[in-house]
């Protein structure tokens, strides 16, 4: 059997290597830029240009900041283990939401050992959060007064309420163009903004970068930690509780993940459909059934022992989270779920194949699993970008 810890060490960097992911680097640092000082300068008009470039400068560094330390974690993890691994690659993504796609290390070996497994998976997440920790703690501490929103036009509302009281209003007003960006709050953003007194509201929060590349760390890390598949959490999990019952939780949690596409996907088709369906969205209730029970049929490998309850609960679920929480509503934040479960089906998946060591993992390690899990919960939006008309 092959032996991890006997493995040659091949993880030599070439000048080659160093200039391309460097380049890379530089590419997305610029593209990041760009779509920051969208958000962070979006309306500005009593801002010094200079101090606007800043911004969206200090946004781009701050989010790759994050994602260097994720994905270095990974890497240096890996690389303790002596495995085969490349730097991260920095993806550009021009013009395109924030401007980059994240990073990704490429593993030129398969790791053998569960505890490895588990040290490389923790090791990106734990890295992360722990900068993006530190990122939103400088951003509330260092936070401007609530006439900061003075600097934006377009909040005149907001304006209006800051002057009258000396603080931000407690329900976001839809701005002259008709569209509000509003971010989705989390237990620990939430908890850590009850502390300071001018902490901005979910629908302004873009315009503070601190803030907002905080925040997106902490949802980009509470993506990686989902249990499933070859995500991070995928790897966690499966590294405490082994392959029995890894394939029953990330069934599960699946189903919740799809849940959620629908509760996005139905008022957007219905949205694009609604020439031709019913008041009541029938035709885009059965498109919805249709395509949950194809993704499950794919998703639990056709076990209709699965997939017929699966889908019965799933579809149900549904039902009743857009009767009860979230609403009809097509710009409700719910749609990325779509894309996430697509990318879950056919990139990552949904079980975990089995290593050949089935190392024990030690105490601590254990211990640090299940708060990965905990930072999971603590850190998720079900509605993590939506638009108020």
């Known amino acids: 059997m092959h032996d991890p810890a ?21 590419a997305t640092v610029l593209t990041v830029s760009i779509q920051g000082l969208q958000f962070v300068g979006q309306t500005a008009v009593s801002m010094d240009f200079m101090d606007l470039l800043m ?56 790791v053998y050992s569960r505890r490895h ?8 997440p734990a890295a992360g959060f722990v900068v993006s920790l530190i990122i939103l703690g400088y951003g509330f501490a260092t936070l401007p007064g609530p006439d900061f929103i003075h600097n934006f036009a377009g909040h005149e509302d907001t304006h209006a309420y800051v002057d009258q009281f000396g603080r931000y209003p407690t329900d976001a007003t839809p701005s002259p163009n008709g569209e509000t960006l509003v971010l989705g709050n989390t237990l620990l953003y939430g908890w850590m903004a009850s502390f300071f007194e001018h902490a901005p509201p979910m629908w302004e929060m873009y315009h503070y970068p601190w803030l907002f590349a905080g925040w997106l760390g902490l949802f980009f890390t509470a993506l990686n930690l989902m249990p499933l598949g070859q995500l991070d959490g995928g790897h966690i ?34 949205e694009l459909l609604i020439d031709y369906d019913t008041a009541y969205a029938t035709l885009s209730w059965g498109l919805w059934g249709l395509a949950s029970f194809m993704m499950l049929m794919r998703a639990f490998r056709n076990e209709l022992s699965w997939v017929i309850p699966g889908w019965i609960a799933t579809f149900t679920a549904t039902l ?44 601590g390690r254990r211990i640090l699993g299940w708060v990965s899990m905990a930072v999971f919960a603590l850190c998720i939006s079900p509605s993590p970008i939506s638009i108020l008309f």
């Open 117 to 124: 497994l588990y040290d490389i998976g923790i090791a990106g």
């Open 237 to 270: 999990l499966y590294s405490l509780v082994g392959a029995k019952s890894f394939k029953p939780l990330a069934r599960f949690f699946y189903m919740a993940v799809l849940m959620l596409a629908g509760v996005g996907t139905v008022p957007f088709v219905h």
């Open 55 to 110: 911004d969206g400068l200090v946004f781009a560094l701050l989010l790759l900041a994050f994602l260097g330390a994720h994905e270095f974690g990974h890497y240096i993890a890996a690389r303790t283990h002596r495995l085969d691994v490349s730097l991260p690659y920095f993806i550009p993504l021009p013009f395109m939401f924030i401007g980059t796609l994240g990073a990704v290390i490429r593993m030129r070996e398969p």
């Open 320 to 363: 009743l989270y857009v009767g009860f929480v979230a609403g009809f509503n097509p710009a409700g934040g719910y749609l990325m779920w779509l894309v996430w479960s697509l990318f879950i089906l056919f990139g990552s998946g949904i079980e975990h194949p089995p290593v050949l060591v089935e190392q024990e993992l030690t105490r």
């Open 6 to 26: 006997h493995q040659p060490d091949r993880g030599v960097i070439t000048p080659r290597q160093i200039a391309i992911h460097t380049l890379l680097f530089l």
